[in-house]
């Protein structure tokens, strides 16, 4: 594997430990001092996040400058008009996916359906709006080119796709510290590996899983409105059902 590759997974991994030194720096800056001491952990958390994810980004891509191009995979890339027909398809497979293991974990596994990272990340999003940029678009784009380009990219030249997907997804699952939810984050993983494979660009998969992240982050950030909308909708079909 390239020596850069190396330097940008060490990159990532210092990022994702950073906080432990980080968000108490922070409070000891003073941020979220007129907060309870729960909330300016929140707000100190949210914006060391920005900030790591920031700089790791700058860093990345710095490091990835003259490798971006080139394709780590087999074969040539796909043209232009069929790989934005996979991106786009793409967002779709991966929600469909999503919702597929979802509903496996529930009622199978007796697993409680909504992520806990989720959870989290909602509540530091409504002190830390900033924050959407690292969950919808930053955090998407680096996991697509430490678990697609590089993790699974080493494994493919060697071994045959399904193994080079299921541990390359294995780990992107583990990475969200969530191993309960293996099923639901390696089944994205396995989309975003297809799609890397299917058109050799990394763009459509960092594409699908950026379309996808942002689509949950809104319907999260509505949700109290999406649920009162749905009762007032089942309200008037009773009502008119009734006529």
Known sequence: MKKEYWLIILTYIVMQFSGILGIPL?????????????MAQITASGYWTVFSFAAAFVIVLLLLRSHFKS????????PAGPSVLWAVGG???????????ANIEIQVFGIEGESENTKVIMEVLKVTPLLIVVTS???????????????????????????????????????????????LYGSMGFVFAFLYVKTKRLL???????????????LQSNREQLEEMLKQAEQMQFIFGGM
């Open 26 to 38: 922070l409070l000891k800056l003073g941020v979220g001092e007129d907060q309870s001491l729960r």
């Open 71 to 78: 394709n780590d995979l087999r074969g040539d890339a796909a």
């Open 91 to 101: 967002v779709f497979m991966a929600l469909s996916v999503q919702v597929i293991a």
């Open 137 to 183: 678009i930053i955090g998407p784009i680096l996991e697509e080119i430490i678990f697609r380009k590089i993790l699974f990219g080493a494994l493919y030249q060697r071994i045959n796709f399904f193994l080079s997907a299921l541990i390359s997804s294995i780990v992107f699952a583990l990475v969200h510290g969530e191993p309960q939810h293996l099923l």
């Open 204 to 218: 459509v998969p960092i594409f699908a899983h950026v379309a996808m992240n942002t689509f949950v982050v809104i």
